[in-house]
């Protein structure tokens, strides 16, 4: 570019060879000149060439899943222009989704012509996700995405136990004073007295132990022991998400691809 890169070529059979290699993306012009000799006159020749930046481009299905369930999504990296290197994954969007999580490699390593393939995970279950947390696998997966967990509290409730005593008290005393004055009408009063004192007591004793014998019904909504919480599945529906590759030393260089999930 605008620099002799070498005085003389040799001619073999006539023909000069000369090989250019350019890392920076631009276009050239190379300039070759003939002094030209005894038999020849000289000449002077010149072509342009364009010379495109190293990068890489992304590929990524659509996926249906069934809410709870995992599935795998198969990515391709293609390389273009020759592009090596390594590729860390980001995964946007997705508004709405919920109870949902990614796992795939921390970084995809690319080489030569020919396009790589890397897989993702995808867990829509707040337990499946809270269980695999953001350990790094064997395989290398890691959490590439964590879409919010809902949760929600459980709590027992307390209801009184009613014994017949509690519901009732004044109609049932009513009626056993009727039942007394009718039966003992005709018997004097000394007697009348004594008995319905004993009635009495015995009724107010009977009333104490059944009310000293309820107790109350616990609920506990929580599905176990005093509380905790539940979890759920991720809604159904259809997301937007953007899948997004990015060089790990020249973060300059990435590549981007939309696709949806959707949730049955």
Do not use: M
């Not at 949902?100 to 020919?114: D, L, N, R």
């Not at 009724?203 to 905790?228: M, R, Y």
């Not at 539940?230 to 259809?238: D, E, Q, S």
């Amino acid at each position: 570019a605008g620099s002799v890169v070498n005085a003389a070529l040799p001619l073999v059979n006539g023909v000069a060879t000369y090989s250019f290699s350019s890392a920076t993306a631009a276009s050239d012009q190379i300039t070759a000149t003939y002094s030209g000799d005894s038999v020849y006159n000289s000449s002077i020749g010149s072509i342009n060439i364009n010379v495109g930046a190293t990068s890489f481009t992304l590929t990524a299905p659509n996926l249906t899943i069934t809410s709870g369930a995992s599935a795998t999504q198969t990515l391709t990296i293609t390389p273009v222009n020759g592009y090596s290197g390594s590729i860390s994954l980001n995964i946007s969007g997705g508004t709405g989704l919920t109870n949902t999580c990614v796992f795939g490699p921390t970084y995809i390593t690319v080489s030569g012509t020919a396009p790589t393939t890397a897989t993702l995970t995808y867990y829509t279950s707040a337990a499946a996700c809270q269980a695999r947390g953001a350990v790094t696998g064997t395989n290398g997966s890691a959490l590439l995405k964590q879409f919010p967990i809902t949760t929600t509290s459980a709590s027992n409730s307390t209801t009184p136990a009613h014994t017949p005593w509690q519901r009732a008290p004044l109609p049932v005393a009513a009626l056993a004073g009727v039942l007394l004055i009718g039966t003992f009408r005709r018997r004097s009063h000394l007697l009348r007295g004594i008995l319905a004192l004993a009635f009495v007591t015995a009724l107010s004793l009977g009333g104490l132990a059944l009310t000293g014998c309820a107790g109350s019904v616990t609920t506990n909504t929580g599905g176990g022991g005093g509380g905790g919480t539940t979890t759920g599945n991720a809604p159904a529906g259809t997301y937007s998400l953007t899948l997004t590759g990015a060089d790990t030393v020249n973060s300059t260089i990435t590549a981007s691809t939309n696709f949806t999930i959707t949730i049955q």
